[in-house]
């Protein structure tokens, strides 16, 4: 067999594991590592969990495993940043910006119905464009994105380019963002954390880019979630296998003239 090239290091951390049924996700993280980096994966995947505004952990578990399959490489989406004066207004931008997107109204007035129970899994909930309904059956762990991570020193240099202040969320939201809506199957994105010191969040399609809205919650709010919005039409499972299987790294070349 070949040499394996890559890693997946991967870390869960959560609280009150004793009555699993009250486990509390406090923080995940996923990269792509070398072999001769996963030292240094592992440490910040830890330092991160340690370190969560959601609380201190209890539980810990960090695991690296050798990608088998080749690896994609994709241009980071298009990134606008839309300034709010409220959650409200950040919401309404939301809603408008989805529909901009191509998700039919019906569709997003579904969604927000059954908004807080979407909040809860530690990963992504998948709805169908055309019935609004949730199509994944991964109930309160939802869907997890992995194996996906920049360049190296590609993110920084990205972010010097447009003067962005490069943080290490918008790093992994953006590569995240970037690999969900690359796929057939993807139609659009809402994100917004569930760390109750961060409220910018986004609405992402290929179509419209990665657009950041500055205030989707209030501070303080330890509510949090992704949706997907998926083509039914297109292989569920064979995008489902993309999202957490197929290793993706997010490469920036420079702009171009447009
Ligand atoms: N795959 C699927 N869902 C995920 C993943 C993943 N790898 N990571 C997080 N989630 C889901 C999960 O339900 C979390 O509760 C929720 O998303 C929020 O995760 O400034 O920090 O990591 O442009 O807290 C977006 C704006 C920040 C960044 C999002 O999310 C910017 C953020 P968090
Ligand atoms: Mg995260
Ligand atoms: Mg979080
Ligand atoms: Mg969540």
Same mark, same amino acid.
């Given at each position: 067999m070949e040499e394996a090239k890559y890693y997946s290091v991967r870390m869960r951390a959560s609280q009150n594991i004793a009555d699993q049924s009250e486990s509390k996700h406090i923080s995940g993280g996923e990269l792509i590592s070398t072999y001769s980096n996963i030292k240094e994966s592992v440490n910040i995947l830890l330092e991160k969990a340690l370190t969560h505004s959601r609380g201190n952990a209890d539980f810990m578990q960090i695991q690296f495993e050798a990608i088998q399959e080749p690896v994609e490489y994709i241009k980071p989406l298009e990134v606008r940043t839309n300034e709010v004066a409220s959650m409200e207004a950040g919401q309404v931008l939301a809603k408008s910006l989805l529909e901009k997107a191509g998700i039919p109204k019906k569709t997003i007035d579904k969604v927000y119905e059954n908004l807080s129970q979407y909040l809860e899994p530690a990963g992504a909930v998948l709805v169908d464009v055309q019935s609004g309904e949730r199509v &994944? &059956?991964? #109930?309160? #762990?939802g869907i997890r994105v992995s194996r996906i991570d920049w360049l190296p020193y590609h993110f920084e240099r990205w972010s010097d380019f447009y003067h962005i202040k490069g943080n290490q969320r918008l790093r992994e939201a953006l590569a995240l963002a970037t690999k969900v809506s $690359?796929?057939?199957?993807?139609a659009a994105e809402l994100c917004w954390s569930d760390d109750p010191d961060y409220v910018t969040g986004y609405v992402a399609s #290929?179509? /419209?880019?990665?657009q950041r809205i500055t205030k989707l919650k209030e501070y303080g709010d330890e509510r949090g979630g992704r949706i997907f919005f998926v083509h039914? $039409? /297109?292989e569920l499972d064979s995008y489902i296998y993309y999202l957490e299987k197929k290793p993706v790294f997010i490469q920036w070349e420079g702009s171009r003239e447009e």
């Open positions: &994944d &059956d991964r #109930k309160n #762990k $690359s796929h057939p199957a993807a #290929k179509r /419209e880019g990665y039914c $039409s /297109e």
